[in-house]
């Protein structure tokens, strides 16, 4: 059974103050891992996809990096736009459905 | 475009009851997912379709539960007599290929 942990449930950061969140995974053959964002009240938006270890992408102050065993978003000088909740999700080869993990609630202070 | 769109965005009903949520999908997109987000718990795969056939329904919790896609787009998610254990978010996603699922807002669904 696919299986998706983040770490920690919820950071609380300074505005400027880098930082990372972890999400360690289990999967029977990883076709992608995920990254999406997500605000109170509303769906999840997508962030990146990573298909496979060593890969890295960036978007603005995010950048996810991925190995075999998990994947971490750094989000470096944060600002207060930052502050919501992060989830990770992969998919195996075997399916087309995604396994969430928990989430980390991100606020950035001001 | 347009993106994922769900009706409605809040329903609240009596427990026993039975409720439809809709979703319409970007134009386009052949896949489609309806999920659930509980409180404190994250994201549960509900049901995948693919065109209006669903090669994927092992996440629907009991069968009470059950989904259709018509016409390659608009798909219906019905939850019959209603327990207060279904209270929850329900989204839906699509997608043109695996790559990237798009969500909808979601609809918000009270059993009292």
């Known amino acids: 059974e696919d299986q998706v942990t983040q770490s920690p449930e919820a950071l609380r950061l300074q505005e400027g103050e880098s930082s990372s969140l972890n999400c360690s995974y289990t999967v029977s053959g990883l076709r992608g891992l995920f990254w999406y964002r997500q605000d109170p009240g509303k769906g999840p938006e997508f962030l990146f996809t990573l298909y496979s270890a060593g890969e890295e992408k960036e978007k603005e102050r995010l950048k996810a990096t991925l190995t075999k065993k998990e994947s971490f978003l750094h989000i470096t000088a944060p600002k207060p736009e930052d502050s919501a909740t992060y989830l990770c999700a992969v998919q195996a080869w075997s399916g087309s459905r995604l396994t969430f993990g928990e989430g980390t609630q991100l606020t950035v202070n001001p | 475009g347009a993106g994922v769109s769900q009706s409605p965005s809040n329903k609240v009903t009596e427990k026993g009851k039975d409720v439809e949520l809709r979703c319409d999908p970007i134009s386009g997109h052949t896949a489609l997912y309806w999920y659930r987000q509980s409180l404190g718990q994250g994201l549960e795969f509900l049901i995948y379709f693919q065109g209006n056939s669903a090669p994927d329904k092992s996440g629907l919790p009991s069968d009470r539960f059950s989904a259709e896609r018509t016409g390659g787009s608009v798909s219906t998610l019905t939850i019959q007599r209603t327990q207060q254990e279904d209270s929850a978010v329900y989204l839906c996603?699509?997608?043109?290929?695996?790559?990237?699922?798009?969500f909808g807002p979601g609809t918000r669904l009270t059993v009292l």
């Open positions: 996603a699509s997608s043109l290929d695996w790559r990237e699922q798009f």
